[in-house]
C-alpha cells in the first residue's frame, strides 16, 4: 500500500526539530514554574471528515467538528460547532501547500440570556515539507491565519503556527496502525503595541498530541488521540469591594487534556483506489 519516497533527512534539520521541541517542552516547564497552573476540565473533540483524493497525493478534505467541555454546571456542554475545507497541492516529494478556512458558530450566555449566533471566520495559507527518518515520517508545517471574529468586542488578529509531527505506518494484517507524535505552537502577529496595551505573552497557545491512527481500508480510518492545550495569559488583578486581591494578577497558564476521535472518509477521484500518500487526520 505504502512505498519508499523519500531520501533520508538532512541531520540538520533533525537537530532543528528536536532543539524546537526540547525548547518548547522545557520553556512549557519553566513557565509553568514561575506562572499560576489553572488545570481545566478534560475536552472531548469528535470530528467527521471527508477527504476527495485528487491525482497524486493532491486532495481537497470537508470536516466537521463539535467540542465539548466537562465539569462545568451542566455537566456536558457543547462549546462551539465547527465546518472546516481545504485543499492542499503537493508540488514534489517534500513540499506542498495549500489554503484552509474554518467557521467556528457559537453563542454565550450572560445573565441568563442566550446570544444571538456568532461565527468565527479563520482563512489560512500554509506550507509542509515531508521527510523521513528511517521508517518514520517526519514533517513540518508552518501556516499563517486570520481570525475575523463574529463576537462582541473582539479584534481581528493575525497569527502564525508551527507543527512538528512524526509518525510512523505500521502494517497489521489488513490493517494499518499510525502511532503519531505532534508539538504545535501558536503566536500571534503583535505588528505594533500602543505604549499603553499590556505586554503579552510570546506564545499563546501549544499543543502536545499523541494518536494511534487506524486504517481499516482504503476508504475508512479513524484516530483516537489525546492531548495536551496550553494557552499563556497575562491576567488582570481583581479586587473585592474592600480592596482585597482575590485573583492575583500575573501570568497564568491555562491547561487543558483533550481527548478526541477523528473518523475520515477517503473518495477517489474516478472512482478507483490508486496509490498515494495520506496524511494523518490532522491535516
Given at each position: 500500500?505504502?512505498?519508499?519516497?523519500?531520501?533520508?533527512?538532512?541531520?540538520?534539520?533533525?537537530?532543528?526539530?528536536?532543539?524546537?521541541?526540547?525548547?518548547?517542552?522545557?520553556?512549557?516547564?519553566?513557565?509553568?514554574?514561575?506562572?499560576?497552573?489553572?488545570?481545566?476540565?478534560?475536552?472531548?473533540?469528535?470530528?467527521?471528515?471527508a477527504e476527495y483524493a485528487l491525482s497524486g497525493d493532491d486532495y481537497v478534505f470537508l470536516g466537521t467538528n463539535t467540542p465539548f467541555s466537562t465539569g462545568g454546571f451542566d455537566g456536558l456542554d457543547l462549546d462551539r460547532v465547527g465546518l472546516?475545507?481545504?485543499?492542499?497541492?503537493?508540488?514534489?516529494?517534500?513540499?506542498?501547500?495549500?489554503?484552509?478556512?474554518?467557521?467556528?458558530?457559537?453563542?454565550?450566555?450572560r445573565d441568563?440570556?442566550?446570544?444571538?449566533?456568532?461565527?468565527?471566520?479563520?482563512?489560512?495559507?500554509?506550507?509542509?515539507?515531508?521527510n523521513t527518518l528511517g521508517s518514520f515520517n517526519f514533517r513540518q508545517r508552518l501556516g499563517l491565519e486570520y481570525l475575523i471574529p463574529g463576537g462582541e468586542g473582539n479584534e481581528s488578529r493575525a497569527r502564525t503556527?508551527?507543527?512538528?509531527?512524526?509518525?510512523?505506518?505500521?502494517?497489521?494484517?489488513s490493517v494499518v496502525l499510525r502511532p503519531r507524535l505532534s508539538y504545535e505552537a501558536f503566536a500571534y502577529l503583535r505588528f505594533?503595541?500602543?505604549?499603553?496595551?499590556?505586554?503579552?505573552?510570546?506564545?499563546?497557545?501549544?499543543?502536545?498530541?499523541?494518536?494511534?491512527?487506524?486504517?481499516?481500508?482504503?476508504?475508512?480510518?479513524?484516530?483516537?488521540?489525546?492531548?495536551?492545550?496550553?494557552?499563556?495569559?497575562?491576567v488582570l488583578q481583581q479586587t473585592d469591594i474592600d480592596g482585597k486581591v482575590v485573583i492575583p494578577g500575573g501570568r497564568r497558564n491555562f491547561v487543558t487534556p483533550v481527548l478526541g476521535l477523528d473518523l475520515r472518509y477517503t473518495i477517489f477521484k474516478g472512482k478507483q483506489v490508486f496509490e498515494r500518500r495520506q496524511l494523518p487526520t490532522q491535516h
Open positions: 500500500m505504502h512505498k519508499a519516497y523519500f531520501e533520508k533527512m538532512p541531520p540538520s534539520v533533525w537537530g532543528v526539530f528536536l532543539v524546537v521541541l526540547v525548547v518548547g517542552l522545557l520553556s512549557g516547564s519553566v513557565a509553568q514554574g514561575q506562572s499560576r497552573r489553572v488545570v481545566n476540565g478534560l475536552g472531548l473533540a469528535p470530528s467527521l471528515q472546516n475545507v481545504g485543499y492542499e497541492r503537493f508540488w514534489n516529494t517534500h513540499w506542498s501547500g495549500g489554503a484552509t478556512l474554518a467557521l467556528s458558530g457559537y453563542s454565550t450566555a441568563g440570556d442566550v446570544s444571538p449566533l456568532y461565527v468565527d471566520v479563520i482563512p489560512e495559507l500554509f506550507l509542509r515539507h515531508w503556527r508551527l507543527r512538528f509531527d512524526l509518525d510512523r505506518l505500521i502494517p497489521v494484517g505594533q503595541r500602543d505604549e499603553d496595551e499590556p505586554k503579552e505573552r510570546t506564545i499563546d497557545f501549544t499543543s502536545l498530541r499523541a494518536e494511534v491512527g487506524l486504517r481499516l481500508s482504503d476508504h475508512l480510518d479513524f484516530t483516537p488521540w489525546f492531548a495536551y492545550q496550553s494557552a499563556y495569559n497575562n
